[in-house]
T-cell receptor
């Protein structure tokens, strides 16, 4: 079983749709959780951190369920510019080791 | 936010030659940097953790004699792909962590696309 698992997609959605991505992790000692966005042939960039209490940043909402070892990302009112690969990232080893999921590809269409 | 600069962004080399990739933290000191490799349509895979002033820690399956890492200062780590072969063609990305345990963010270099012909 992979340490961090994501549905690779692609998710093809119309502009304005709401889309949700899920991620599960296997290491119960994982400490911090993030969603990164990676555009084609570019480096990943932090989208948002994920907290147990849930957090929201504009159209983006992230949730963490430690008991189920599950992370989610919800995107509302999708824009064309949201098209990218979304990477679930988990830290272990005192926060020094980042483990990436395979990424979920999102394509927002007109 | 913190900035990590990686150079070169793209390199094409002949099989058997060596290629050096540089990773610099521009506005913060990074005692630890990470080197990743990403093949097409796959996730970033950690190759090694580069520690300033000491030997790098390699992930299982990564040949330390082939991927030489040097972290001589708090702002520079280098990865040298020695005797490169076509199967080494990939996207190599470095990153460094900035912040404390409660508020850590990984910053990535722009990546180096290596093509071995």
């Amino acid at each position: 079983r992979k340490e961090v698992e994501q549905d690779p997609g692609p998710f093809n959605v119309p502009e304005g749709a709401t889309v949700a991505f899920n991620c599960t992790y296997s290491n119960s000692a994982s400490q911090s959780f993030f969603w990164y966005r990676q555009d084609c042939r570019k480096e990943p960039k932090l989208l948002m951190s994920v907290y147990s209490s849930g957090n929201e940043d504009g159209r983006f909402t992230a949730q963490l369920n430690r008991a189920s070892q599950y992370i989610s990302l919800l995107i509302r009112d999708s824009k064309l510019s949201d098209s990218a690969t979304y990477l679930c990232v988990v830290t272990t080893g005192g926060g020094n080791k980042l483990t990436f999921g395979t990424g979920t590809q999102l394509k927002v269409e007109l | 936010g913190a900035v990590v600069s990686q150079h070169p962004s793209r390199v094409i080399c002949k099989s058997g030659t060596s290629v050096k990739i540089e990773c610099r933290s521009l506005d913060f000191q990074a005692t630890t940097m990470f080197w990743y490799r990403q093949f097409p349509k796959q996730s970033l895979m950690l190759m090694a953790t580069s520690n300033e002033g000491s030997k790098a820690t390699y992930e299982q399956g990564v040949e330390k004699d082939k991927f030489l890492i040097n972290h001589a200062s708090l702002t520079l780590s280098t990865l040298t792909v020695t005797s490169a072969h076509p199967e080494d063609s990939s996207f190599y990305i470095c990153s460094a962590l900035s912040g404390d345990l409660m508020n850590t963010e990984a910053f990535f270099g722009q990546g180096t696309r290596l093509t071995v012909v």
